[in-house]
């Protein structure tokens, strides 16, 4: 019985170090591409951050319409003279929506893109044409701002979505 009795604090150490050891772990998914190019994309001039502006909650009168038209400077240098290409705009979007940007697919609010033609809205990973010039640069600008999912469920409060802009050679 003493056997017994002296043995239970060592077990409950190797029962506890168990749960401790498994908690140690994490799964990750390795993402990477390998291309044939030497564009180098810079967008937004490096920063981080784009902040499209503040917009009262009236202005939001219908679905998936864009407020705002903050320019994203997109630019591309070390190309190969006149490499023609596309721009690739990927994010989170919702389900039955590809136009609409989220931070994550439970927001009502997200932001929208419109190509420099001022018209056509960015659509989530749908190749964006465009041709590098004699120098092998290229200056391209996206409008961004603002957008509900549903005109009736505007939330207010600070929102934000992580967005990658890739360029993929033909």
Do not use: W
């Not at 964006?128 to 207010?156: C, Q």
Request: with cysteine; charged share 15%.
């Amino acid at each position: 019985m003493k056997k017994i009795i002296a043995l239970a604090p060592v077990a409950l150490m190797l029962g506890l170090a168990g749960q401790v050891q498994a908690a140690t772990q994490a799964d990750v998914q390795l993402q990477g591409s390998i291309v044939d190019t030497t564009c180098e994309v810079t967008a937004n001039n490096g920063a981080s951050t784009l902040n499209v502006g503040s917009f009262s909650k009236i202005a939001f009168d219908a679905a998936k319409k864009q407020i705002g038209e903050e320019p994203l400077l997109v630019s591309l240098k070390n190309c190969s003279k006149d490499e023609a290409g596309a721009l690739q705009v990927s994010g989170i979007v919702a389900t039955g929506n590809e136009t609409v940007f989220l931070s994550d697919v439970a927001q009502s609010a997200g932001f929208m893109m419109t190509r420099e033609d001022g018209t056509t809205q960015v659509t989530n990973n749908t190749s964006i044409p465009v041709v590098a010039d004699t120098t092998g640069a290229l200056t391209y600008t996206f409008n961004t701002g603002m957008a509900v999912l549903d005109k009736t469920n505007v939330e207010p409060g600070a929102y934000h979505a992580p967005i990658k802009i890739s360029y993929v050679s033909n």
